[in-house]
């Protein structure tokens, strides 16, 4: 079946560090949505992306989809304290409306 | 707007005991609801996909006899994990999606089982 994974596993940053996670699907995908959860706390959306190379910024995140829509990035410059948990890129393939959660990437930022 | 509730946000039973949790979508119709599991340090797993008034579409290796989902009404989904046992133990979260824009999820906050 179809997996999402991400790399790394965990990273640990020095506040200001800058933060990459990598997320790679087994399978094209339609769309790929990115979510932040907070320990103890529940997913929160934090964007889609669509397009074949589409970059789209927030503030200090980047993301960024693959050419081939098979992979993904989150790239987090300058962390803070308050970027501290895991987070999960979910894949959707066309045809469905549910997603495959990526493997996930714990963040822990150390002041 | 797209505020999901669950109810309860925790709850503790024993063995053999079942357990129901529900998921409400508080300000919109939720065509479509998710059951995600997410056992500690792990990441969310589908159980199951529940359209208003049909059977729900369980993903592979999830019990549908053990993990019954109702999707009575457009604003509520429930999960009944029935005779839980230990490794029943998890954080049970659900989302729920419109027919208008069905590649969007509203997360409920989750719900957290311990089975004793």
């Known amino acids: 079946g179809q997996q999402v994974m991400q790399i790394p596993q965990y990273q640990h940053v020095q506040e200001g560090e800058d933060f990459t996670t990598y997320c790679n699907s087994s399978t094209t995908l339609s769309n790929i949505q990115w979510y932040k959860q907070r320990p103890g706390g529940h997913p929160v959306f934090l964007i889609q992306?669509?397009?074949?190379?589409e970059v789209k910024k927030q503030k200090r995140l980047t993301f960024q989809f693959g050419e081939a829509k098979k992979n993904s990035s989150l790239h987090i410059t300058a962390t803070q304290t308050t970027d501290v948990g895991t987070y999960f890129c979910a894949g959707r393939n066309s045809g469905t409306y549910k997603y495959i959660f990526g493997t996930g990437t714990r963040l822990k930022v150390l002041a | 707007g797209a505020v999901v509730s669950q109810h309860p946000s925790w709850v503790i039973c024993k063995s053999g005991t079942s357990v129901k949790i529900e998921c409400r979508s508080l300000?919109?119709?939720?065509?479509?609801m998710f059951w995600y599991r997410q056992f500690p340090k792990q990441s969310l797993m589908l159980m199951a996909t529940s359209n208003e008034g049909s059977k729900a579409t369980y993903e592979q290796g999830v019990e549908k006899d053990k993990f019954l989902i109702n999707h009575a009404s457009l604003t509520l989904s429930t999960l009944t994990v029935t005779s839980a046992h230990p490794e029943d133990s998890s954080f049970y979260i659900c989302?729920?999606?419109?027919?208008?824009?069905?590649?969007?999820?509203?997360f409920g906050p989750g719900t957290r089982l311990l089975v004793l």
């Open positions: 300000d919109f119709q939720a065509t479509t």
């Open positions: 989302s729920a999606s419109t027919r208008q824009r069905q590649e969007t999820q509203y």
């Open positions: 992306l669509v397009k074949s190379g």
